[in-house]
């Protein structure tokens, strides 16, 4: 069974400063990563997922994120935040092969102040 | 958000009351899931669905839920004779096409609070 590790449930940070979102996750097989951004009232939008290939993926509104299969991390980054990127953010794994049923972490809630 | 829609946004039920939630997918979308989020939780996969069919429902509890997603119109997921503990909040994902081996990118609506009193 897969599962999803996000080790901080709150992160608060000032306005431009960088910012890391930890995801770890447990898997006996391949799988594949997502993290997703939730702002308030609203439905998830995916900022970008790994598949394959290069293990630093970038996704939307200047966030990336770097696969680490020896450490099973896929931790979010963010080297200038700002106040319009608080929100919710979710990792998630999908095993290679599955269906689709998504396996989220718990959260990170991430608060940028002025 | 990609254009899936959900309705209602919030719903309040009596406990042993029955709750309907809908979910319209993206159009084109014959993919759709459901998850539900307790509090301070993350989402829980509940039942995934193509048109008139159920794929996949490993996540639904035993008893007093169920879903479809008919040929014409919305996915509903329905909650009969709700306890307070089906208080959370339910989102519905859709995907243009199979899966793909776990690799298609879900689109997520804003979901649908229920709270049980």
């Known amino acids: 069974a897969q599962s999803v590790t996000q080790l901080d449930s709150q992160v608060p940070v000032f306005e431009e400063a960088p910012v890391e979102l930890r995801c770890n996750y447990s898997?006996?097989?391949?799988?594949?990563l997502f993290w997703y951004v939730q702002y308030p009232n609203q439905g998830l939008q995916l900022l970008l997922k790994?598949?394959?290939?290069?293990?630093l993926v970038k996704g939307i509104n200047g966030f990336e994120a770097e696969f680490n299969k020896s450490q099973t991390s896929f931790h979010l980054r963010k080297p200038s935040v700002h106040i319009s990127d608080t929100a919710e953010y979710f990792c998630?794994?999908?095993?290679?092969?599955?269906?689709?049923?998504?396996?989220f972490g718990k959260g990170t809630k991430l608060s940028v102040k002025p | 958000n990609a254009g899936v829609m959900q309705n209602p946004r919030h719903l309040v039920r009596r406990r042993g009351q029955e709750a309907r939630l809908r979910c319209s997918p993206v159009?084109?979308?014959?993919?759709v899931y459901w998850y539900r989020q307790l509090p301070e939780e993350g989402l829980k996969f509940m039942v995934y669905?193509?048109?008139?069919?159920?794929?996949?429902e490993s996540g639904m509890p035993k008893e007093r839920f169920s879903a479809e997603f008919p040929k014409e119109g919305p996915s509903i997921l329905r909650i009969q004779q709700v306890v307070r503990g089906d208080s959370a909040a339910y989102f519905c994902?859709?995907?243009?096409?199979?899966?793909?081996?776990?690799?298609?990118?879900?689109?997520f609506g804003p979901g649908t609070r229920l709270l049980v009193l």
């Open positions: 790994y598949l394959s290939g290069s293990t």
């Open positions: 994902a859709s995907s243009p096409r199979a899966s793909s081996g776990g690799q298609e990118t879900q689109y």
């Open positions: 669905l193509q048109k008139e069919n159920i794929i996949d």
């Open positions: 159009k084109g979308h014959s993919h």
């Open positions: 998630a794994v999908n095993r290679k092969g599955s269906q689709g049923n998504l396996i």
């Open positions: 898997s006996s097989v391949s799988v594949y």
